[in-house]
């Protein structure tokens, strides 16, 4: 493994944040909100690192940006449910990726099928209940992994997530089998 940490500490990697950014960005991703609930407050954020890990148990991870309120909110409270985004879901994606808006003003995000009575984004492909399982540090973010307690999901299209806009996923015809069922 290389070492690619100057003495002083800074980075010495020539690819730079946008650089990094928009070559990422050419992996399509589902997007999803995260959220949680902590000293009595909702808090969510759009998310697309959103990862399947383990199946026995049951795990997934977020990569979370560090002191962003959400971050903070999930480490504290040490649950979060994992909402994934349907299509027509991309104003709510947006709702939850502006810093400083009331993010849950006007939604009815205590919906009581909730297993910990945690806030949730109504009309989510997946609500995924979670405990947090572990939280590394990774640069600027917090790979938080989460055991996956309950799950309710739906099977509408999609949000997706390509080149830093959103789309729809369409199905790619019925030529190949699906890979599960
Ligand atoms: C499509 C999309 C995906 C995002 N994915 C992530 C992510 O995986 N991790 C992250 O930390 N921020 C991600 N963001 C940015 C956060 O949503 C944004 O910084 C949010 O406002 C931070 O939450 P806060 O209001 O609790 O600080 C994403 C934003 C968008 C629009």
Redesign the pocket.
């Known amino acids: 493994m290389t070492d690619a940490t100057t003495a002083e500490g800074a980075s010495a990697s020539t690819v730079d944040p946008t650089a990094m950014r928009q070559a990422m960005g050419r992996f399509a991703t589902g997007?999803a909100v995260v959220t949680t609930r902590h000293d009595g407050h909702p808090?969510g954020?759009?998310?697309?690192?959103m990862t399947s890990v383990s199946l026995d148990p049951p795990l997934l991870l977020?990569?979370?940006?560090t002191g962003?309120?959400?971050?903070e909110a999930v480490v504290g409270a040490g649950r979060f449910v994992v909402n994934v985004l349907a299509a027509r879901q991309g104003q709510i994606?947006?709702r939850?990726?502006?810093?400083g808006e009331e993010h849950f003003a006007g939604l009815d995000a205590d919906q009581a099928d909730n297993r910990h009575d945690l806030p949730v984004v109504p009309g989510a492909l997946v609500h995924a209940d979670c405990t947090v399982d572990q939280v590394l540090t990774a640069g600027d973010?917090l790979v938080v992994f989460g055991r996956v307690d309950a799950l309710c999901r739906s099977d509408a299209t999609p949000l997706a997530?390509h080149g830093g806009r959103f789309a729809d996923l369409r199905p790619h015809g019925a030529e190949h089998d699906l890979w599960f069922a």
């Open positions: 997007v808090h954020m759009t998310v697309n690192s977020v990569c979370l940006t962003a309120r959400t971050t994606a947006l939850f990726a502006r810093r973010h997530f």
